[in-house]
């Protein structure tokens, strides 16, 4: 029996995995499956000859339970939602998988969303940027990313589930993840997750949005040399997702910020002493830091 | 009689502007001539033919006394006393232009500086990285880069200079940073510079080293998708030349820094109070903002 790939919601990560997987994944008797809410997307997809079939909302139950592998690309809490909602309508045996960027959001009613006899493994790939939607998704979208995969003591094995097949599932995922492209596997739990990418996503995602609102005009361009525009380029931000991102990570997202806050502050101290040696000093580290950061 | 372009400072800046020259401004009869400290810089751009005669800097009044044109590649304060030390060692008539980051240091004593019989014209090429040196010099460095002239009442024409030569060199220097592939040329005075420079470029390098200074450890770049590695690239400082720049233009780049913390407790506050509706319509604004920005 062919293996089928499943996607709910065909926006730009949807689509790209769809694509990923069509280019470099599926083999001749194995099919992708996408339901969404906007039928363009999916003629789109259709079209394309990037899916096998397209499924609305109505449909939702028949189309789960086809796929042996989904991924659920929607927004985290509707994630949650989908999760609860369909708890029982999973095919047996098969993988779900999530790509939200807030994984404690999970754990709050465990029991309420764990699917039934399906296993389930969360996981993040580290991939985004400004652009949205279907008609941005590319099949290289991926390449070189890092992705993240939740083991975590309070995420339990689904009923039905053993360790033995959790344990081949885990690995099927990660060679399916390497065959899309991604090249660096990090395995971690919920909690570090939510703290590492409160840090190096969100905490930029906010600092980026502090620098345009602080422009005094929109012509700062004119007086570019390439700093601004890399800096805040993540700044075109799609704004429900990133407000609903912030505010599910909040306390740890707060303490970022204000961590950062001292350090903008440590500098700014230096600069208003004026004492040079000092400031030489920390931005020598600095540069240290960094480099260390790319080996 | 064959017309010369001289670079004093051979590192990234004035190597890109060596490669720049000899790849799209010298024709047969034109020469570029260079002086550095550091021999190596300089017989490297000889063994590629990039420069047709090195000086060392003992030899910088033989230098001076036979360059048309001349790029002075060195730190801000470094510029003032190289000015100050050489004001009556240009060749009459010839155009002497800087690279340096901060405008208003010119200002302070402007007649000590000011040099004799030689037109002078404050320039900013925007353009820069994490990397030094003249072996990372690149002519294609410049392409589609902002550049800065100043036109200031406080910058008075050198003695010997008249108004219509003066206007004749700027439209040169226009031709020629066209040529050497700048695309966007923007005039203004110096304390309108240092402003801008002070948010742009200043404030970004500020912002990036406290987000490295802020990051709990060095292996946060497995959890990165992009945003971190962006934000911060520009932490690989040249932490001498950064300290220059921010210490002079203190008061300027204060000012944005405070600015700069006053929009991230806005975002700060929004996300403490959980005010979702109000943070999302934040996002939405920056959003709108920097991409009318890249317009």
Not at 185 to 214: P, R, W, Y
Request: hydrophobic content about 35%.
């Amino acid at each position: 029996m062919s293996f089928t790939y499943g996607i709910t919601g065909l926006g730009i990560m949807g689509g790209s995995i769809a694509k990923a997987l069509k280019k470099n994944v599926v083999k001749n008797d194995e099919k992708i499956f996408a339901l969404d809410k906007n039928p363009d997307s999916l003629k789109a997809a259709l079209d394309q000859k990037i899916i096998d079939r397209a499924f609305n909302p109505e449909e939702t139950k028949e189309f789960l339970s086809s796929c042996d592998f989904l991924f659920i690309c929607l927004y985290p809490h509707t994630t949650v939602e989908f999760l609860k909602e369909h708890k029982n309508d999973f095919k047996t045996s098969s993988i779900i998988t999530d790509i939200s960027g807030v994984k404690s959001i999970y754990l709050n009613d465990y029991d309420s969303l764990c699917p039934c006899g399906a296993d389930f493994i969360l996981g993040h790939p580290m991939a985004g940027g400004e652009k949205e939607g279907y008609t941005n998704s590319n099949g290289d979208y991926f390449k070189n990313h890092n992705y993240i995969i939740i083991e975590d003591k309070n995420i339990k094995l689904p009923r039905g589930i053993t360790e033995e097949e959790h344990k081949k599932n885990i690995s099927f995922f990660q060679d399916l993840i390497t065959k899309m492209g991604f090249n660096k596997i990090t395995i971690t739990d919920c909690s570090t997750h939510d703290n590492k990418i409160g840090f190096t996503s969100q905490l930029c995602h906010v600092v980026a949005s502090a620098m345009v609102e602080s422009a005094e005009d929109r012509e700062i361009t004119s007086f570019g040399g390439g700093s601004f525009e890399d800096l805040t380029r993540i700044a075109m931000i799609n704004s429900p997702l990133w407000t609903e991102l912030f505010l599910s990570n909040k306390e740890k997202l707060l303490s970022h910020i204000e961590n950062f806050k001292n350090q903008i502050t440590k500098i700014e101290e230096l600069i208003k002493e004026e004492k040079s040696a000092e400031l030489e000093d920390l931005l020598n580290d600095v540069r240290k830091k960094r480099i260390d950061m790319q080996k």
